[in-house]
């Protein structure tokens, strides 16, 4: 079974600087999705980024961009430019391909999350 | 946002007595999820439905049953609840027809205690 690891429960950052969150996770897939969503303390979850493991380019969102390294199975997230808007808790998460027509439904196996702070 | 709508909000139960709990998507997407989250423990899957009437299980099932009988309504129910499924409870919805990478949108959540 697939697992996602996030070995800092919590994080700082002053703001205006850059932050880096770790993500491990263990699979024996090939091809996979990978996301990191962010939970402010309204309870929301959003979507921050998303990466295609068949893809070579790392993904990037405005501040927001991935280190994706495949063979070490790493997915970090690094913001730079840190907004006392960005302080929340940040999740990754992986999804095996989708099978439409049965097997895996999309669903998302999460990390414990990282509780991230950013000091004006 | 994607329209998706949790209720209750918030709920106090006592051990023993059934809950339901209602997502309700204007989507129209196929696919839907309920996760429960707890402190050290991220969001696990408890069931999930690819279709009307079409439901299966998630890591967390125990204690929990769902029903979907038309494509926008989504009901996770506690027969009977204890302390133990007090939690913060998500509903999400993923269109199906969509490409492979499509993320999951989440509700707001509802915050369950269980005395």
């Known amino acids: 079974a697939q697992t996602v690891t996030q070995s800092q429960p919590e994080m700082s950052v002053q703001e205006a600087e850059t932050v880096t969150l770790s993500c491990t996770y263990d699979t024996s897939e090939s091809d996979y999705y990978l996301f990191w969503y962010k939970q402010p303390p309204s309870r929301q979850m959003i979507l921050v980024i998303r990466?295609?493991?068949?893809?070579?380019q790392n993904a990037t969102e405005n501040r927001f961009s991935v280190n994706f390294q495949k063979a070490a199975k790493s997915f970090s997230l690094k913001i730079s430019d840190s907004q006392l808007g960005d302080a929340a808790m940040y999740f990754c998460?992986?999804?095996?391909?989708?099978?439409?027509?049965?097997?895996?439904?999309?669903?998302?196996?999460f990390g414990k999350g990282t509780k991230l702070s950013v000091k004006p | 946002d994607a329209g998706i709508t949790q209720s209750p909000r918030h709920k106090v139960t006592e051990t023993g007595t059934p809950v339901t709990l209602r997502c309700h998507q204007t989507e129209n997407h196929r696919y839907m999820y309920w996760y429960r989250q707890d402190p050290g423990h991220g969001l696990r899957l408890i069931h999930y439905?690819?279709?009307?009437?079409?439901?299966d299980k998630g890591e967390v099932s125990d204690g929990y049953s769902v029903s979907r009988s038309k494509t926008e309504d989504f009901l996770l129910t506690l027969e009977s609840a204890t302390s133990s499924q007090t939690s913060v409870y998500f509903c999400?919805?993923?269109?199906?027809?969509?490409?492979?990478?499509?993320?999951?949108?989440f509700g707001n959540g509802t915050r369950l205690t269980v005395t």
């Open positions: 998460a992986y999804r095996s391909p989708v099978l439409n027509y049965g097997g895996s439904q999309g669903n998302l196996i």
């Open positions: 999400a919805i993923r269109d199906g027809g969509s490409s492979y990478n499509s993320p999951l949108h």
């Open positions: 439905s690819y279709g009307v009437k079409d439901t």
């Open positions: 990466q295609e493991a068949y893809k070579q």
